[in-house]
């Protein structure tokens, strides 16, 4: 009976359809590079302020990169955080005005049916850490402004305090969410499972990871140490696809952070986990994301379509000239 339930169970995930993978990059630059073009990924995810549609850059970099979303067939999800404009930047707002922001973008964009509540709300330092409850009510906000559409509880860190933060949040909302996202980094950099496997076990429902990744370079220290570089990078990757994904067939989605490398100082975050350097040349990350694609454990978009043919046949290294016309992309990240 032991031995039938295991095969049951394995044959089960073998059966399973293969996560979807994208990108979640802030530069809307991306959609026309043609890297990003010829390997046929269809899902990216932004990261918006709460505040977004009152005007200003905020409002202006999202059309910006909605309608290059938009241009190149590609379907938005879409993530709140805290405002980036000084008068609101410690700010959290109230349920109605959080559902009222949410309204203005399903008007104005109404291909945006993808959504989660608040970008690394265990990342204590903004107020909705200490506040699961108020960010349970803006997700009951959405769900009731937009029943159709698909609205993942929020972006949890696999961090120590994720635990606690969910099952408050939990016991908090009206509706319960049928998906959840998780920025996995600590688990691909350190080449563990435990917190993704912890947000599988506190949660129903599938599970998204909307940033994840190895990281080439961070100039800013975290209180998390993780390694760095190249071949990390692209050793975290290899985790991520082949230890994390497999976990549970409830792991649907997998965004990728980031696309490109941006030239010192102009991140900042100063943060770097890019597939491509920034002369727009592919790393050794990307030919993992390729290595999988052929071997179908993972797609590119619900079409299951193939990458088209290598960009080139080895991964040049970071250091050499830019090709011609080819200018460095900028980005505005979320960290």
Known sequence: MIALVVCLGLAGRADALPPVVGIADQNADM????????????????????????????????????????????????????????????????PAEFQHQFRQIRVNFPEAKEFSTWNEPNHCGQAVCRKP??????????????PSCTILGADMLDTDNMAPWVR????AAKHEPRGWALHNYVDANRFTTKGTKLLLKLTKGQVWFTETGGIVKRTTRGKVPLAEGVAHAAAATRWLFDKLVPLSPRIRRVYLYHWRSVPPGENGDGWDSGLL???????????????????GSIVLGRSGRPPAAPVSATPPSDGASPAAGTAPATARTPR
């Open 31 to 94: 959609f026309s590079d043609p890297v990003f073009t010829g390997i046929g990924i269809a899902n990216a995810r932004l990261v918006v302020p709460w505040d977004v549609m009152d005007g200003g850059f905020q409002r202006a970099e999202l059309f910006v990169w909605m309608r290059a979303a938009r241009a190149a067939g590609v379907t938005p999800l879409i993530t709140f955080g805290p405002s980036r404009r000084a008068v609101h930047h410690k700010l959290s707002p109230s």
């Open 168 to 171: 408050r949040f939990l016991k």
């Open 277 to 295: 350097d920034r002369f727009g040349r592919p790393r050794q990350a990307f030919r993992v994301v390729e290595a999988r694609v052929a071997r």
């Open 133 to 146: 409850e108020l960010a349970a009510r803006y997700f009951d906000a959405m769900v009731g402004a937009c």
